[in-house]
């Protein structure tokens, strides 16, 4: 019975040696990845074109929207020309700061990918 006993616990501790190694390994691949980032399948050169199109048309957009607007405002709604130059600059700044909160929710929450596929779709819409 102490012989049956003893091989029992010699086939628990092999088994947990064998678990402990390959988590060891497992550890070990996990942190040449994190730390050679050269290696990594993502990002990189080719997805480099897509947001500077995407940053050109925003940039492209905005301009175009507030020197045109100054002159909305004050013309058709017959707003004074202050008024229009504020709430022009207001929503200059508004838009600038946006991409901070984008940057927040990506980080904390929900990821680079998702959060500027969603933002820039909204974006597409609205405009």
Request: aromatic share 8%.
């Amino acid at each position: 019975m102490a012989k049956v006993e003893k091989r029992d616990s010699l086939v628990v501790e092999e088994m947990e040696n064998k678990e402990v190694k390959e988590g060891n390994i497992e550890i070990e691949k996990m942190e040449d990845e994190l730390s050679n980032p050269f290696k990594r399948k993502k990002g990189g050169i080719i997805t480099m074109p897509f947001i500077f199109a995407n940053e050109m048309c925003e940039k492209l957009a905005v301009e175009g929207f507030g020197n045109n607007m100054v002159n909305y405002l004050t013309q058709q709604l017959n707003m004074s020309t202050t008024i229009a130059a504020t709430t022009v600059t207001n929503f200059k700044g508004t838009s600038s700061l946006t991409p901070l909160l984008g940057a927040f929710i990506a980080d904390s929450y929900a990821g680079r990918f998702w959060t500027i596929t969603v933002a820039s779709v909204t974006y597409l819409i609205v405009r």
